[in-house]
C-alpha cells in the first residue's frame, strides 16, 4: 500500500493492535508510517464487552475506520464497530490487492539481481493511490508509463509482462431501461436496424441489450470509468435517435 500523509475521517484504514488499556487499545495505522491511534472501547462491538484481553490482542489485525483525525496534534481515533460488512469486504480486497503487488515488485527486483524494489515503489506510491493502482495503469497504458517516472525500462517491461497476466483494467457499468417504438409496418426490423447502428458507432466501451418485453429493453454500458459509460450512453442516444428520426422514437428510464 502507498504510503500517505495522514489519514481523514471516515477511512477505512488497517490497524495492528499495540497494547490493551482500561478504556480501549493502542493501534497502529499499517498504511501511515504505523502512526499510532487509539481504539476506545465502546468502538471496539456493539454488545458489552465482559473482558476486553480477550477480545482483541496485540499484535491482531484489525479493519477499522477512522473517527477522529487531528493532523496538528497527531491525534487519531478509529471505530471497529462503525465499519459495515461491505466495507470490510472491499478493504480485504484492497489488502489482498496490495499484498500481491508487493510481490510482483519483490519478484522483478530478484529477477533482476536487485538488493530490493524500494526505489520503485516509492516512485508509484508518489504518483499513484496504491502500487495496484499503478499496475492496472501500467497495463493499459504500456512499461512507457513507468520508465516517464524515472523508473528502469528493463524493471518496467518484466513488471508489465507479470502485471497483464493478473491486472486487468477496472470496468464500471451504467444500466438503464430503454423504451422503443416504431410507428412503420416494418417496426421490428426498423427497431433491430436502429439499435445495431448505434452500437456499431460506439468505440471506448462495450453494450449489452437485453430484451424485457416489449417495447422494454435493459442497456447496460461498459466503460473505465463513469465518465466513459455516460459519454459512452449519450453517444448511443445521439446515434439512435438520428436513426429512428421519421421512424421511430425511444427513452432511457433509470
Do not use: C, H
Amino acid at each position: 500500500m502507498s504510503v500517505q500523509d495522514f489519514p481523514e475521517v471516515g477511512e477505512i484504514v488497517l490497524v495492528t493492535v499495540e497494547s490493551i488499556s482500561p478504556s480501549g487499545a493502542w493501534v497502529t495505522l499499517d498504511e501511515y508510517n504505523n502512526l499510532r491511534a487509539f481504539l476506545p472501547e465502546s468502538e471496539i462491538t456493539r454488545g458489552t464487552i465482559k473482558n476486553l484481553e480477550k477480545t482483541i490482542k496485540p499484535k491482531q489485525k484489525l479493519i477499522a475506520k477512522v473517527i477522529k483525525a487531528d493532523k496538528q496534534k497527531l491525534d487519531v481515533d478509529v471505530s471497529i464497530k462503525q465499519v459495515t460488512q461491505e466495507e470490510q469486504k472491499l478493504k480485504r480486497i484492497e489488502i489482498k490487492k496490495s499484498k500481491w503487488a508487493e510481490s510482483v515488485f519483490n519478484i522483478v527486483a530478484k529477477k533482476l539481481n536487485m538488493p530490493n524494489a524500494e526505489k520503485e515503489t516509492k516512485l508509484i506510491s508518489q504518483k499513484y493511490e496504491s502500487l495496484y493502482a499503478g499496475l492496472e495503469e501500467l497495463v493499459k497504458e504500456g512499461p512507457e508509463t513507468f520508465v516517464k517516472l524515472g523508473i528502469d525500462e528493463n524493471f518496467a517491461k518484466e513488471l508489465y509482462k507479470l502485471a497483464s497476466e493478473k491486472v486487468k483494467p477496472p470496468v464500471v457499468s451504467i444500466t438503464k431501461t430503454l423504451e422503443i417504438y416504431s410507428p412503420e409496418p416494418n417496426g421490428i426490423e426498423v427497431i433491430k436496424n436502429a439499435l445495431t447502428d448505434a452500437i456499431s458507432e460506439l468505440k471506448n466501451g462495450k453494450m449489452e441489450i437485453k430484451y424485457i418485453g416489449a417495447p422494454r429493453y435493459m442497456i447496460t454500458y461498459y466503460a473505465e470509468n463513469y465518465k466513459e459509460a455516460e459519454k459512452g450512453l449519450k453517444k448511443f442516444a445521439s446515434v439512435l435517435s438520428k436513426k429512428l428520426e421519421g421512424k421511430g422514437s425511444f427513452r432511457l428510464v433509470e
